[in-house]
């Protein structure tokens, strides 16, 4: 499978912005999708994953409350709705796809990585 990140910017804090991941290939067996972001000198942060068919959205902390993922099953295509950001949400966001049976929080878990997208959040 090839994952295609975009929809990043500069945005200020306040504000939202919505992420997309256009997925494509071969498909069949894969069973997550995820959101990761990547701060500089920082690890690879989980920030939620969702089931290939759009359904058991998992967050992480950090981002509850004011971050969504869905998915558009006819286009392919998975989004992370960002509302309400802040300063510390400034970094590269990946979108990942996996075939585990479980969605998993540790980015080495994940086999398949689309390009980064980048978000900057002023204050």
């Known amino acids: 499978v090839q994952l295609q990140a975009s929809g990043g910017g500069l945005v200020q804090a306040g504000g939202s912005l919505r992420l997309s991941c256009l997925a494509s290939?071969?498909?069949?067996?894969?069973?997550?999708l995820a959101w990761f972001r990547q701060a500089p000198g920082k690890e690879r942060e989980f920030v939620g994953s969702i089931t290939w068919s759009g359904g058991s959205p998992v967050y992480a902390n950090s981002v509850k409350g004011r971050f969504t993922i869905s998915r558009d099953n006819a286009k392919d295509t998975v989004y992370l709705q960002m509302n309400d950001l802040i300063p510390e949400d400034t970094a590269v966001y990946y979108c990942a796809a996996n075939w585990a049976a479980y969605t998993d929080n540790r980015a080495i878990a994940w086999a398949y990585w689309g390009q980064g997208t980048q978000v900057t959040v002023s204050s």
């Open positions: 290939g071969r498909q069949f067996n894969m069973n997550f």
